[in-house]
């Protein structure tokens, strides 16, 4: 079984970065660990910040919706939250997600 998978950030402009996410890890964390410009993760991964927002239209099937505490916290923090926003940092990489193309938002604040 693979150890990672390959994730693709695409940034509200288009550009696309592919990078090798680690399973187990979380979505925020590959997106750190691979100098992915675009999320800031103030909290360190804690849902307290909404700093690692995403859109995951492409995989809303296979994320699924968000927990109670993480709906509160994008409601609260995110900009420009949409019905496939999630917080990066409460989505874990598993083989399911291989090839998803995770968007970002424009900004964070
Ligand atoms: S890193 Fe702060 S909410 Fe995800």
């Excluded at 550009?15 to 100098?35: D, I, T, Y």
């Excluded at 675009?38 to 099937?61: F, K, L, N, P």
Aim: glycine fraction near 6%; proline fraction near 3%; include cysteine.
């Amino acid at each position: 079984m693979a150890e990672a998978i390959a994730i693709i950030f695409e940034s509200a402009e288009g550009v696309r970065h592919e990078v090798a996410a680690r399973l187990g890890a979380s979505l925020m964390e590959a997106a750190l660990m691979n100098n992915v410009p675009g999320i800031e993760a103030e909290c360190g991964g804690s849902c307290i910040c909404a700093t690692c927002h995403v859109y995951c239209d492409q995989v809303a099937d296979i994320v699924g919706a968000p927990s109670d505490e993480e709906d509160d916290m994008l409601d609260l923090a995110a900009a420009d939250r949409r019905a496939a926003s999630r917080l990066s940092c409460q989505i874990k990489v598993t083989s399911a997600l291989a090839g998803a193309i995770i968007q970002l938002p424009a900004r964070q604040y």
